[in-house]
């Protein structure tokens, strides 16, 4: 009796020429069982791994060959009767699809999968890309990404993971958050896993290091912060470690540094009459008396009003302009019940952080030829400068004037006098001149427009000029030859002479006897002494 095997495609047939036989085909073996009344013999590429009288038949995989055309159909063919096992591909595979909406590829993991779902090795068994157990893509050893440079930069010296777009227009790298997501979108940890730099949730970027900016080129701009469209929050902070505002530019880039807010001009204060402003939520519209000048962003400091909650300092906000100003009150205060002002910030504005902390220094360099500080006008004309030795010049018509409560200096004012000098305290001098130790100089000068010394006072505190002493400093008092003296002169008449000295009669008599001396006075034009035994001689007689 001859059994005859035959493999059509995925399956098997055994023939029997005079006897039925049972076959159960499990994967690429076949089984045969009785009844089998004799022995069974197979050739090539059948296989029997049984006994001749039970046996057990299979296909040798590697001698058979299967034509393109009997594997059209290999997924229905193999449907409910076979599996594919592990398989080992030794040439070149590719996979076309023919349904726009079907999935070419699907790799589905075991129950607990904990190998990778799919590995590229090198022909080395080197791993080159992988996709864990989790779905992470993982490439350790090369670049990921596509391009026409992907075919160049094959080298892994150039980076673990490099990303090629494969258009000019295409994002190389995106990194997309889901919805309310907390926690950053990427991080840069250094080998203990320790965060070293990371973008947040809010796609700002931080990092525990320095940062350095390199322009590319000398007319490459380095850094530029832009702002939102009416932008009112700050450009730029610098903080401490604990969040604390320690400087930077605001809206309107003015500087400020040792507050959290750029410093109120005292001198650049609008007024606000009581008014009761206008509220939409959230902003309040307040009128000024006047133009203000202040722009969106800016800060004000609102003050003097009964009603409080308006004296601190706001951020401009949209619709300011004119006499308007909009400010974000979140609520509405109500009238401001009395007239106030607003005092706007200044464009740089310096506070100390304490009273030893020195507010500005400007400092020259060695042999400091140029001004250390100018003050110009919108032409760049010179206001006034501290020069390179630290002298103060102004070149205003004006001059200037120092003022504080106890009163003020003013040179040039433009009043009746060239200078001035006033005290807020009636007891307290206007001018205090004070000699240094060992004092030869002069202790005050005045001069001619040729620097040519009229008068003065000298290191002693003696009076000296042409008209009184004399410039030789040395006589308490000296007369020109043409000088007259007048005592109680009132409208002194000195009958037409020179160097004469005219005594008025006295307001009142002495009555009582001098000490160490003598009085000598006038009574209805006689020339009278009193010495201080009492006697009274009459010198001259009217």
Known sequence: MGVIVQEVTTEATVTETSVSVNVQQTENSITVTSPLPTAVAVTSPITNTGSSTAPIIGIDQTLLSIQQTQVSGLVSALSGKANLTANAFTDAQSITGSVAGSIQLFVKGASGQSASFLEVQAFSNNTLFRVNST??????????????????????????????????????????????????????????????????????????????????????????????????????????????????????????????????????????NSQTPTYSSPNTTIVTASAHGVAVGQTVTLQGFTQGSYNQTWVAQAGTSGTNLVIRTNSNFGPTQSSGSAR???????????????????????????????????????????????????????????????GFVSLNSGQTARIQAGSAVGTNPHVVIRQSASQTGDLTAWQDSNAVLLAGVNSIGSVFTAAIMGLDRQNAIVFGGTRNIGLNAGSANYGGGQAVTFIGNASTVPTSNPTGGGILYVEAGALKYRGSSGTITTIALA
Not at 186 to 194: K, L, M, P, V, Y
Not at 219 to 226: D, E, F, K, S, V
Not at 366 to 386: G, K, T
């Open 344 to 406: 706007i910030t200044s464009q740089v504005g310096i506070t100390s952080r304490s009273s030893t902390t020195v507010g500005l220094i400007v400092r020259g360099a060695a042999s400091q030829a140029h001004n250390l500080v100018e003050w110009q006008d919108s032409s760049a004309s010179l206001l006034a400068n501290v020069t390179s030795v630290g002298g103060f010049n102004t070149n205003s018509a004006n001059g200037y004037q120092i003022a504080n409560a106890a």
């Open 135 to 272: 779905g992470y893509a993982l490439a350790p050893l090369g670049f990921i990404g596509g391009g026409t440079s992907q075919s160049t930069n094959t080298s892994a010296v150039l980076a673990n993971n490099t990303f090629y777009p494969t258009a000019t227009n295409q994002i190389g790298l995106a990194v997309r958050q889901i919805l309310n997501h907390a926690t950053n979108l990427q991080e840069w940890q250094n080998s203990a896993g320790g965060t070293m730099a990371y973008i947040d949730q809010f796609g700002g970027f931080r990092t525990s290091a320095y940062l350095q900016l390199h322009s590319s080129s000398a007319t490459t701009l380095l850094q530029y912060n832009r702002a939102a469209t009416n932008n009112v929050a700050n450009l730029l902070e610098y903080q401490d470690s604990s969040a604390v505002v320690l400087g930077g530019r605001n809206a309107l880039a003015q500087i400020f540094t040792g507050s959290a807010t750029p410093i109120s001009g005292v001198g650049n204060t609008i007024t606000i």
